[in-house]
C-alpha cells in the first residue's frame, strides 16, 4: 500500500503549512483562497445572497471590508448584468442591519463560532462592552477567549470597526419573554435547534449559558450537570420536559 503523506505547502499561496493540534494550517494572511473563504463565511452567515465563491472571485474581493467599498459601475462590469449586480447590493445593503451575536460570529474567529458569539451577547448588547471578564462570565474556554481577544485588538481595532454596522443585538435579538437554557440531549424534539424554534414562537427566549435573567433549565437527561448545579443554586426552575414549557 502507498503511503499517503500529509501535504507540506498551501495549495493556494505555496506557504508552509503548520501542525495545530493535529490540523494543518495556512499561517499566510495574505492568502488568496484563506481570504475568499473568510469572505465566503462571512457573506453566508449573514445571508448576502449571491455572493458566493465564484462572485467573490469575480469581483477579486480580499476581504471581508472590500464588500462595503463595492461600486456599481464596477460590479456591473465584473458580473457583466445590471439586474445581478443590483440584487447583490440590495443584499449588501440589509446584511448592514445585523445584529451583534450574528456578526461576531461570521468573521471565522478560531474556535469562537455561532454558540461562542450567542453566549457572549447574553452578557453584553454593545461591543463596547466587551472585555475579557464579560467573554469569563458567558462561560467561554481561554483559548477562544484567547482569539476573540486578539481579534478584538488587531482585526476589529484597525480593520473591520469603521464597518457600516451599529455593533449592536438587535431588536429581533431582544424579546421580554422568559429566557430559557437547555442542557444535555433532548428526547421531547430531534435537535436542539427544532427546540429553539418551537420555544421561541411561544415567546421563550432561548440562551446557551445561564445568565441572572434565565427563568427556566431544560434538563430531560436528568443529569447532574454543571448547568443544573448552577441552576439550582441560583434557585432557576428546572423542567425535565420542554413540553411543560409549551403548555404555560
Not at 77 to 99: F, M, P, R, W
Amino acid at each position: 500500500m502507498k503511503e499517503i503523506l500529509p501535504p507540506t505547502h498551501c495549495p493556494g499561496c505555496n506557504s508552509e503549512l503548520v501542525w495545530v493540534n493535529d490540523l494543518l494550517y495556512c499561517r499566510n494572511s495574505d492568502c488568496a483562497d484563506k481570504s475568499r473563504k473568510i469572505i465566503s463565511h462571512f457573506a453566508s452567515s449573514l445571508k448576502i445572497k449571491g455572493l458566493g465563491p465564484a462572485t467573490i472571485a469575480s469581483l477579486e474581493l480580499s476581504d471581508i471590508s472590500d464588500i462595503y467599498e463595492l461600486d456599481r459601475d464596477y460590479v456591473v462590469s465584473k458580473l457583466n448584468s445590471v439586474t445581478l449586480a443590483d440584487k447583490l447590493l440590495d443584499q449588501i445593503e440589509k446584511s448592514k442591519s445585523a445584529g451583534l451575536s450574528n456578526l461576531l460570529g461570521s468573521f471565522s474567529i478560531p474556535l469562537f463560532g455561532k454558540t461562542a458569539s450567542e453566549k457572549l451577547c447574553s452578557q453584553i448588547s454593545n461591543i463596547t462592552e466587551v472585555t475579557e471578564q464579560k467573554l469569563l462570565e458567558a462561560g467561554l474556554g481561554a483559548k477562544t477567549i484567547l482569539n476573540f481577544m486578539h481579534w478584538f485588538n488587531t482585526e476589529y481595532a484597525y480593520k473591520y470597526k469603521n464597518l457600516p454596522f451599529e455593533w449592536k443585538t438587535t431588536q429581533e435579538e431582544i424579546t421580554s419573554g422568559p429566557v430559557v437554557v437547555i442542557t444535555g440531549k433532548l428526547f421531547s424534539f430531534k435537535t436542539k435547534e427544532i427546540a429553539k424554534g418551537v420555544l421561541q414562537q411561544k415567546g421563550y427566549v432561548v440562551k446557551t449559558s445561564i445568565t441572572r435573567d434565565t427563568k427556566y433549565l431544560v434538563n430531560e437527561s436528568n443529569i447532574a450537570s454543571a448547568k443544573t448545579k448552577k441552576a439550582e443554586a441560583m434557585g432557576i426552575i428546572i423542567i425535565s420536559d420542554i413540553k411543560e414549557l409549551l403548555e404555560i
